[in-house]
Structures are given as structure tokens and as C-alpha cells.
């Protein structure tokens, strides 16, 4: 597709995150949202706005799906990026208000049947900031094309 400008296919993303923390109930946050699927000559980006609902208005989230890895990037009001690769561990560095933070992310399981037809992408990986393990984390996102 050398010259030509990627289609960006509207989407509907559904995203429902689980946050568990020791062993109190998980903190689920489910979003329903519009995005949009690009097919890339490695696979697939996914992308949309956030919104005040998830507390970081401003800001464009971005994965990258390419075979076994998917990068998950903000940039806007928040900027980091986030590799999950299953079995394997990436650290990646948080910008704050405050200064950089280191953020490992150990990625446990990596599944997703995403074509251009949408499909689902379930990723369970576990953060340790500044080396301590802070929680694991899931989400699923649903796409739907519109």
C-alpha cells in the first residue's frame, strides 16, 4: 500500500479494565467509546480519545498490535508507552508532573483475534513501579466496526 494514505475504519471500542490490588475485589472500570482500526503492514492500531471518565481528558491512546506484542501509547496530557509481550517483562519510563518514573511490566497472557472486522483483545499483566509490584491488571476491549 506504498503511497496511499491508511483507511482509518470507525469503531466502536468497549473497554472494561480489572485492577486488583492484594486480595480486595477487583476495581473495574468499564468504557464504551468511539475509535478508530487501521490496518498496517505489521497489523493493527487501534486509537481514541479519553475522556473525563477515566480522568485523562486530552489525551489520544494508541495500540499497536503487532504480531505477539501490542504497545499501548498516550500522548496529550498524559504521555507513556507500554509494552506487553506475553511472558516477557519490558520496562518503560512514566512522565509526571513530578518527574520520570521507571514501570515494569511483566505481561502474563496475551490474547486477541483483531482483524479489520474488529474482533477482541484481552491483555493480564501485573506493574511494578520503581521496581514494587503496585497490582494486576486486565482489560478486554470489545471492537465493533460501525
Known amino acids: 500500500m506504498t503511497g496511499m494514505e491508511r483507511e482509518k475504519l470507525p469503531v466502536l471500542l468497549s473497554i472494561r479494565g480489572e485492577q486488583y490490588f492484594d486480595d480486595i475485589d477487583p476495581d ?3 468504557l464504551m467509546t468511539d475509535g478508530t482500526l487501521e490496518v498496517t503492514e ?3 492500531v ?3 480519545e479519553e475522556s473525563e471518565l477515566t480522568g485523562m481528558e486530552g ?3 494508541t495500540f499497536e498490535v503487532c504480531g505477539p506484542r501490542v504497545t499501548l501509547t498516550r500522548s496529550g496530557a498524559v504521555n507513556s508507552q507500554m509494552v506487553f509481550e506475553e511472558g516477557r517483562q519490558h ?3 512514566y512522565e509526571t508532573p513530578f518527574g520520570e ?3 515494569d511490566i511483566q505481561t502474563g497472557r496475551l490474547r486477541h483475534n483483531l482483524t479489520e472486522r474488529g474482533g477482541i483483545m484481552e491483555i493480564q499483566y501485573s506493574i511494578a513501579v520503581e521496581h ?3 497490582g494486576r491488571n486486565c ?3 470489545r471492537v465493533k466496526r460501525k
Do not use: C, N
Open 28 to 30: 473495574a472500570t468499564e
Open 42 to 44: 505489521d497489523g493493527l
Open 46 to 48: 487501534l486509537s481514541y
Open 59 to 61: 489525551t489520544t491512546t
Open 91 to 93: 520496562t518503560s519510563l
Open 101 to 103: 518514573l521507571s514501570v
Open 132 to 134: 514494587t509490584v503496585t
Open 139 to 141: 482489560f478486554k476491549i
